[in-house]
């Protein structure tokens, strides 16, 4: 089928959440090898996209000023879902390779496989559970989702009932897509709290 096109995609960078189980640090300004987790993910030799996004809050996220735009969540404190929506939302393309800012180990081989139009979403399934992130998602399921935001729905549920495919997880995606959600994890990946 091919490759999605730099002209159709839109990488965003899910950067909310608040970071409880981390003692509220910002995980997106987290560092890894001297970068912080979004700066690496902005840096992925990738197909070029046509457009770069990052969700959140805009204060922290000044220092993406001229690589991505920086739009707020859909709905505050409502989770990844609520930033799902609102790239998907601001996407100015038919498609938007979604990534979480807390998995330091995403690489291009990683993502290039979530590339292919088809399905409304393309994500990986990890040991018979959907991985939801990082993910292809089709740009127009942002307004058909939006509603569903008042429930506080999880990535799961918001995918229930499109059209998906999930690529099974081979043992390098697996460690690939391990996240940053404790301070055990953080050192474990090599991640630290940045200044």
């Known amino acids: 089928m091919g490759t999605i096109p730099p002209s159709q995609l839109t990488m965003a960078i899910l950067t909310g959440g608040q970071g409880t189980r981390l003692g509220g640090l910002e995980k997106g300004l987290l560092r890894k090898d001297g970068q912080t987790l979004v700066e690496r993910l902005l840096g992925l030799e990738l197909p070029r996209a046509e457009d770069l996004l990052v969700t959140d809050r ?4 000044r220092f993406v000023a001229g690589r991505a735009r920086v739009v707020p969540d859909a709905v505050a404190a409502k989770g990844p879902a609520s930033g799902l929506v609102a790239a998907l939302q601001a996407a100015r393309t038919p498609w938007v390779l979604v990534l979480p800012c807390d998995q330091p180990d995403l690489s291009a081989g990683v993502l290039e496989p979530l590339l292919e139009p088809g399905a409304e979403v393309r994500c990986y399934r ?42 099974e997880a081979g043992p390098a995606v697996a460690v690939a897509l391990r996240g940053v959600n404790t301070p055990e994890q953080m050192r474990a990946l090599g991640v630290d709290g940045g200044s």
């Open 58 to 61: 805009p204060q922290p996220y």
């Open 126 to 167: 990890l040991g018979g559970y959907l991985e939801p992130l990082p993910g292809l998602y089709r740009g127009e399921l942002g307004e058909r989702w939006r509603p569903l935001l008042e429930g506080a729905p999880g990535l799961q549920r918001l995918v229930t009932g499109v059209k998906l495919e999930a690529l």
